[in-house]
């Protein structure tokens, strides 16, 4: 159980263009999603919370017009980077937690990543 | 603001040895999460084990321990008979509350050698 997908694993896009990366709970209803940034062989930095139904809370330092977060149903939240540009490019990973579930000991789960490269 | 802090950027431990990893942290709350999480090459995070601040017991999970000082902001991992799957990327973290984010510590990435 507890589940989270991302999609896409891997991304490569021109300079300019948006991309959106969808995190999905499989196996649960996520009332809160996370969104971090990982540079190589560097640690999670929060870029955002989402809550379902609720405008995303951001992060000091990230750019609310530059990654859009939406999370519109209870599995799922999609960050959209608007005109990406090289220093986008970067690990995206995506958490989720159910607060609802008894005994979750503030335990989040955490989805595979995505990879964007922007050229 | 919370802070995180893994004084060891890398660890090396010879298979079936045991190792320990440091971790501090610095809060002015007094409930609390800490967790340790291991990310291996694959980049799928993983919990390893987790402690609640209130309890004063050491999380324990099968190789895996913790040793919590409370007063001193000290959350080691200690990994027994280390494998060479425990190779990878561990990553302390904090966290308040029940709906509160996660702060990461920088890393240690751990090399487990024959």
């Known amino acids: 159980g507890a589940v989270v997908s991302q999609h896409p694993s891997r991304v490569i896009c021109k300079s300019g263009t948006s991309v959106k990366i969808e995190c999905r709970s499989l196996?649960?209803?996520?009332?809160?999603m996370f969104w971090y940034r990982q540079f190589p062989k560097k640690s999670l930095m929060l870029m955002a919370t989402?809550?379902?139904?609720?405008?995303?809370?951001?992060e000091q330092g990230v750019e609310k017009d530059k990654f859009l977060i939406n999370h519109a149903s209870l599995t799922l939240s999609t960050l959209t980077v608007t005109s990406a540009h090289p220093e986008d490019s970067s690990f995206y990973i995506c958490s989720a937690r159910d607060l609802r579930l008894a005994g979750a000991y503030n335990e989040q789960f955490f989805g595979p990543g995505t990879r964007l490269t922007v050229l | 603001a919370q802070t995180v802090t893994q004084s060891q950027p890398e660890m090396s431990v010879q298979e079936a040895e045991t190792v320990t990893l440091s971790c501090t942290y610095d809060?002015?709350?007094?409930?609390?999460?800490l967790f340790w999480y291991k990310q291996p090459p694959s980049r799928q995070m993983i919990l390893v084990i987790r402690?609640?601040?209130?309890?004063?017991q050491n999380a324990t999970e099968n190789r895996f321990s913790v040793n919590f000082q409370k007063a001193a902001k000290s959350f080691s991992l200690k990994i027994s008979d280390s494998q060479l799957g425990d190779a990878a990327m561990y990553f302390c973290?904090?966290?308040?509350?029940?709906?509160?984010?996660?702060?990461f510590g920088t890393g240690t990435r751990l090399q487990v050698t024959l």
């Open positions: 809060t002015s709350e007094s409930d609390y999460y």
């Open positions: 402690q609640e601040a209130y309890k004063q």
């Open positions: 973290a904090y966290s308040t509350g029940t709906a509160s984010k996660l702060t």
């Open positions: 989402s809550n379902e139904g609720s405008k995303a809370t951001y």
């Open positions: 196996d649960f209803q996520a009332t809160t």
